[in-house]
Protein backbone atom coordinates (compact mmCIF):
# COMPACT_ATOMS: atom_id res chain seq x y z
CA UNK A 1 0.00 0.00 0.00
CA UNK A 2 1.15 3.36 -1.22
CA UNK A 3 0.48 6.77 0.89
CA UNK A 4 -0.73 10.22 -0.33
CA UNK A 5 3.46 10.56 -1.76
CA UNK A 6 3.36 7.23 -3.60
CA UNK A 7 5.82 5.96 -0.98
CA UNK A 8 5.30 2.59 0.27
CA UNK A 9 3.48 2.26 4.04
CA UNK A 10 3.51 -1.32 4.42
CA UNK A 11 3.88 -4.37 2.36
CA UNK A 12 2.82 -8.46 2.17
CA UNK A 13 3.94 -10.74 0.20
CA UNK A 14 1.87 -12.11 -2.53
CA UNK A 15 2.00 -15.61 -1.65
CA UNK A 16 1.12 -14.88 2.14
CA UNK A 17 -1.95 -12.95 1.26
CA UNK A 18 -2.88 -15.95 -1.39
CA UNK A 19 -2.58 -18.35 0.96
CA UNK A 20 -4.44 -16.60 3.85
CA UNK A 21 -7.09 -15.61 1.46
CA UNK A 22 -7.30 -19.32 0.01
CA UNK A 23 -7.94 -20.90 3.34
CA UNK A 24 -10.08 -18.40 5.26
CA UNK A 25 -12.57 -17.96 2.31
CA UNK A 26 -12.86 -20.67 0.15
CA UNK A 27 -16.21 -21.41 1.45
CA UNK A 28 -17.89 -18.80 3.97
CA UNK A 29 -20.74 -18.28 5.36
CA UNK A 30 -22.02 -14.60 6.69
CA UNK A 31 -24.65 -14.37 9.26
CA UNK A 32 -26.19 -11.17 9.23
CA UNK A 33 -26.50 -10.04 13.09
CA UNK A 34 -27.02 -6.61 15.43
CA UNK A 35 -26.00 -5.96 18.84
CA UNK A 36 -27.18 -3.75 21.12
CA UNK A 37 -25.73 -2.39 24.25
CA UNK A 38 -27.96 -0.65 26.31
CA UNK A 39 -29.51 -1.68 28.92
CA UNK A 40 -27.48 -4.85 28.83
CA UNK A 41 -25.63 -6.77 25.64
CA UNK A 42 -27.50 -8.70 23.49
CA UNK A 43 -27.50 -9.67 19.84
CA UNK A 44 -29.37 -11.24 17.52
CA UNK A 45 -29.26 -13.51 14.36
CA UNK A 46 -30.72 -13.05 11.13
CA UNK A 47 -32.00 -15.97 9.29
CA UNK A 48 -30.93 -15.41 6.08
CA UNK A 49 -27.66 -16.27 5.20
CA UNK A 50 -24.61 -15.29 2.29
CA UNK A 51 -22.60 -18.19 1.12
CA UNK A 52 -20.05 -17.41 -0.63
CA UNK A 53 -17.83 -20.12 -2.73
CA UNK A 54 -14.49 -20.26 -5.09
CA UNK A 55 -12.96 -17.31 -3.24
CA UNK A 56 -10.91 -16.62 -5.92
CA UNK A 57 -8.05 -14.30 -5.24
CA UNK A 58 -8.14 -12.57 -8.34
CA UNK A 59 -11.35 -10.75 -7.19
CA UNK A 60 -10.14 -9.74 -3.81
CA UNK A 61 -7.17 -7.89 -6.07
CA UNK A 62 -10.17 -6.49 -8.09
CA UNK A 63 -12.02 -5.59 -5.21
CA UNK A 64 -9.22 -3.46 -4.00
CA UNK A 65 -8.04 -1.95 -7.16
CA UNK A 66 -11.86 -1.14 -7.28
CA UNK A 67 -12.31 0.44 -3.46
CA UNK A 68 -15.17 -2.14 -2.77
CA UNK A 69 -12.21 -3.96 -0.24
CA UNK A 70 -10.01 -1.67 2.48
CA UNK A 71 -7.24 -1.96 5.14
CA UNK A 72 -7.90 -1.70 8.31
CA UNK A 73 -5.10 -1.16 10.78
CA UNK A 74 -7.21 -2.49 14.05
CA UNK A 75 -3.99 -1.31 16.14
CA UNK A 76 -5.22 -1.08 19.95
CA UNK A 77 -2.76 -0.42 23.11
CA UNK A 78 -3.18 -2.69 25.55
CA UNK A 79 -2.22 -1.57 29.35
CA UNK A 80 -2.17 1.52 28.29
CA UNK A 81 -2.49 3.48 31.91
CA UNK A 82 0.74 1.36 33.12
CA UNK A 83 4.39 2.09 32.40
CA UNK A 84 4.86 -1.11 29.76
CA UNK A 85 2.09 -0.48 26.92
CA UNK A 86 1.90 -3.29 24.67
CA UNK A 87 0.08 -2.32 20.84
CA UNK A 88 -1.72 -5.54 19.64
CA UNK A 89 -2.20 -5.57 15.76
CA UNK A 90 -5.18 -7.21 14.41
CA UNK A 91 -4.88 -5.75 11.31
CA UNK A 92 -7.40 -6.63 8.63
CA UNK A 93 -8.83 -5.93 5.19
CA UNK A 94 -12.92 -5.25 5.22
CA UNK A 95 -15.62 -5.07 3.14
CA UNK A 96 -18.84 -3.51 2.53
CA UNK A 97 -21.67 -6.36 3.34
CA UNK A 98 -23.37 -5.21 -0.24
CA UNK A 99 -20.17 -6.32 -1.85
CA UNK A 100 -19.33 -9.81 -0.46
CA UNK A 101 -20.74 -11.49 -3.45
CA UNK A 102 -18.13 -9.64 -5.82
CA UNK A 103 -15.65 -11.55 -3.57
CA UNK A 104 -16.85 -15.15 -4.84
CA UNK A 105 -17.13 -16.99 -8.10
CA UNK A 106 -20.60 -17.86 -6.64
CA UNK A 107 -22.72 -16.36 -3.82
CA UNK A 108 -26.27 -17.30 -2.75
CA UNK A 109 -28.49 -16.52 0.48
CA UNK A 110 -29.85 -19.65 2.05
CA UNK A 111 -32.68 -19.04 5.09
CA UNK A 112 -31.32 -21.06 8.05
CA UNK A 113 -34.47 -22.00 9.21
CA UNK A 114 -35.53 -23.98 6.20
CA UNK A 115 -32.02 -25.47 5.92
CA UNK A 116 -32.21 -26.54 9.56
CA UNK A 117 -35.22 -28.72 9.26
CA UNK A 118 -33.80 -30.66 6.14
CA UNK A 119 -30.73 -31.74 8.01
Known sequence: MLD???KEAMSWSF???IDHWKTKHAAAAYVPAQQLVVPERRYRYGKN???GEG???GL???GV????V???PGIKLEAHSTAKPVPKKRSQFRVSSKHIPNLYVSSRVVDACEEAGQI
Not at 65 to 68: I, L, T
Open 60 to 62: FLA
Open 55 to 57: AEF
Open 70 to 72: YYD
Open 49 to 51: ILV
Open 65 to 68: QEGR
Open 4 to 6: QDD
Open 15 to 17: AKL
